[in-house]
């Protein structure tokens, strides 16, 4: 993709999430983007969002990726085998490496409502098997970009001087951005990054495209800028607008997907499937729910 405007982003394509209704596990269920094409969306992987209340995502592993949950609404309980446990409140995020291997779980906290955006970000090739971490984004100590009509939360990357407390493995900035009505604003985006710009709430005017809740719009690498913006406004004269965007370096590898294991053959899938049901991820963890304390 080539810039239409000198250092201003323009959408290559627009995709519209599927919705998939409830399951064994949650409530309601929709795909916002998957891996149909994994070049396309390189380095992102799947972005799905989910409204559960019991069960919930009891223990599960995870191989060679990140995800990166943030809660929309209610209250979501975590935990992992490698002894994190805690609630996020609406805004908050939890980015979790997987790396070389991580048993974890997602409910509603008191089994009563939570409603999430998870995205798996893959990791490249050389650290697929880099040790597992959790990081918690709370609302006290989130950086915040503020602009007039504008808020801005910055979970990683720099934004106008303001620097998001996820570390990364490869270069990746995701933003979640209010605009009252009418409001605009330029987000800056690395040149070299592919984004993606999910409309949570309102109509947007991204670029030289207006979109609604639920469509997400995408733009690739741009060559010849040393920098460039994507703009934003919101366009509902009565309602203001939410949109993430996430953008990254693409990373250009091979991608094996293998249920909840992202790695880049499938003899590595097979593997990873070995090394779990071998323990070598430990034991599936017999914590206890969260005590009620809220």
Partial sequence: MTSQLTGRRTLARITTKQHLGPDAQVDDKALVFMPTDPALTDPFLVLVEDWFSTPGFEWHPHRGLETVTTVVEGVLEHGDNLGHAGALEAGEVQWMTA???????????????AH???????LPKDKKLTPSRYQDLKDATMARVHAPGVSIDVHAGTVDGVTGTAATHHPVQ???ATLDPGSSYDLPVPAEHRLFAYVMSGR??????????????WSDPVTGEASTTLPLTAVDPERSARVMVYSGTPLREPVALGGPFVMNTKDEINQAFTDFHAGAFGPVPRTARLAHDR
């Fill in 174 to 176: 995701g933003v979640v």
């Fill in 99 to 113: 790396g070389n291997g991580i048993i974890h779980r997602e409910l509603a906290y008191r089994d009563e409502r």
């Fill in 116 to 122: 999430i955006l998870q995205m798996w970000l893959n």
């Fill in 204 to 217: 947007l005017l991204i670029g030289d495209r207006e979109l609604r809740a639920g469509q997400t719009g």
